[in-house]
């Protein structure tokens, strides 16, 4: 019985190895003082970091790519909070439908998206190529800012509710001083889950790109298809420090268990 | 009054996934099916006989299917040891492979360049130990995309798999034990067939996820297309845009296809497990 314990130990140990090098090793060629990414590094510089922030390119795609997931992410909130609200207070017919329709932008693959958006929202109704951008980052967006907050919805007491409108106070407000206060970790969490989702986004922007218009991971693309200097080693780091900060303060806001439901 | 109400707060979301979602996909669709004004199949007999387009596709589904079969035989072990370890060790280890989940798909791809290039680190240490004479050309070749989508989609197995096993009854295993059954017996008799529906839940997404996957064949996949950097190369740089059309009903209908019949297979399990 141990033995097979300690047989599967080292089977998941190996696993973690696989997923975890190779982003160990791209960390430790970012600090590779030639021009050519090497592993093990042959010697120890921070230029290609500097390097990143001398790219206007990549400092205007990050512009960009903040800029797409704040707008994105103000959209779907407008959006997400009525509907997951709806979702989780409220049963009613066709319930489970309503539900496959807010999580279908999941389902569709991201590519088709993208390029069916630039078919028909760019190319035939001339919609200029920011809007779009931000139209299709808060249709990926959507499904992610509803799930999260219908669950943290779905954890309040909505007895508190019912009291407040017994007292009086009419529904709309009674949802901004009451409700809306009590699920704040989950709408910020939301938000954070779904700046990952629009930040890391390839297949929507991909074909959203135009004069001064691209975002940031499309920017990496395109560098790597004409470079192999380690500036993109240093940010992959950057972007790693990033995810795990934001990683932490969702565990803080909803548990990890947010990750294992589904 | 009050359902009403209820369907007025989702309206602003279905709205605007119609306007922005479902039409363009709809107009899509539709438009493979006219040239010129004459209602024809000639966008898929096209692609039916052009034997580069089918290859692409048997590509794409090769590479997908040894992606998903490799991520359960390799993740349901893991999943299952993660599921019956101490609360500590357990979140620690889903929080290892959360990171690599959140982490930029570029980022992750890109990771694998100097792993698989032709003097990457695989191939030295292959070479080093005299297991080879010649480096193995990995990088660019639908392999390279097979172990990249691999490491993309494996965390997502662990971590819904870890999610299934939490949730079995832990008084059914209790049960089989009293009973005298062994750990091995325990699994394949309770554990397994419980996991079952969840199992075949993420086999859809990490199948979906690979056939239709973009950035991590454009990183590692070289020259050789899979069909979603077939339809980019046919929209942008060819501006073929029947072709384009085309390609993205064909992912659309095997994506439904695909999470329709899984579905109904998940749903025949749960009524019997």
Request: hydrophobic residues 55%.
């Amino acid at each position: 019985m141990q033995e097979k314990n300690r047989g599967l130990a080292l089977f998941t140990l190996l696993v973690y190895v696989f997923l975890l090098s190779p982003l160990i090793i791209i960390a430790a060629t970012s600090f590779e003082p030639g021009t050519i990414m090497k592993f093990p590094p042959q010697g120890f510089s921070l230029k290609w970091y500097e390097n990143i922030f001398k790219q206007s390119l990549f400092m205007e795609t990050f512009k960009i790519s903040i800029i797409v997931s704040f707008v994105g992410n103000l959209l779907a909130l407008l959006l997400g909070i009525p509907a997951a609200y709806a979702l989780s207070r409220f049963d009613f017919r066709g319930k489970e439908a309503w539900n496959a329709v807010f999580i279908s932008p999941v389902l569709i693959p991201g590519i088709v998206m993208g390029f069916t958006m630039l078919k028909y929202l760019v190319v035939t109704y001339h919609l200029p190529m920011m809007p779009a951008l931000f139209i299709g980052h808060t249709v990926i967006m959507l499904p992610f800012t509803i799930r999260v907050i219908a669950s943290s919805l779905s954890n309040f007491d909505f007895s508190v509710e019912e009291a407040a409108l017994s007292l009086g106070m009419n529904r709309l407000r009674t949802f901004f001083v009451v409700v809306l206060p009590n699920i704040k970790s989950g709408i910020i969490a939301a938000v954070i889950i779904a700046f990952l989702d629009s930040f890391n986004n390839v297949e929507i922007s991909v074909f959203m790109t135009g004069p001064g218009v691209s975002t940031f991971p499309i920017q990496m693309l395109s560098y790597l298809e004409n470079h192999f200097d380690p500036t993109l080693a240093a940010i992959s780091v950057l972007l790693m420090l990033l995810t795990a900060v934001l990683i932490f303060i969702i565990e803080r806001l909803l548990g990890l268990s947010y990750f294992t439901k589904r | 009054m009050k359902k009403r109400y209820v369907y007025w707060l989702m309206l602003p979301g279905l709205l605007f996934l119609t306007l922005f979602m479902l039409l363009p996909i709809i107009h899509t669709i539709g438009s493979t099916f006219f040239q010129e004004g004459q209602f024809t199949f000639e966008g898929y007999l096209h692609f039916l006989r052009d034997r580069y387009y089918v290859d692409i596709l048997l590509t794409t589904m090769q590479v997908s299917l040894v992606t998903t079969m490799a991520c359960i035989v390799v993740g349901f072990p893991v999943a299952y040891h993660i599921s019956m370890l101490s609360p500590r060790k357990k979140g620690f280890l889903l929080a290892l492979a959360i990171f690599p989940l959140l982490t930029s798909s570029v980022v992750r791809s890109f990771s694998w360049i100097i792993i698989l290039g032709k003097n990457g680190l695989l191939n030295s240490w292959l070479v080093g130990l005299g297991l080879i004479d010649q480096p193995l050309e990995i990088l660019y070749t639908p392999t390279a995309v097979m172990i990249g989508l691999i490491h993309l989609f494996l965390p997502l197995l662990i971590i819904s798999l870890v999610g299934v096993m939490e949730n079995i009854d832990p008084d059914l295993v209790k049960a089989a034990e009293s009973l005298g059954s062994s750990r091995f017996t325990v699994f394949r008799k309770v554990i397994f067939p419980l996991s079952i529906p969840g199992l075949i839940l993420g086999s859809i997404l990490i199948f979906v996820g690979s056939m239709t996957a973009y950035t991590t064949p454009t990183v590692l996949g070289g020259k050789k297309r899979v069909i979603a950097t077939f339809l980019y190369q046919n929209a942008i740089t060819l501006n073929d845009w029947n072709s384009a059309s085309v390609i993205a009903t064909i992912m659309i209908v095997i994506t439904l296809l695909v999470i329709g019949l899984m579905t109904k297979m998940s749903h025949k399990f749960r009524v019997k497990g």
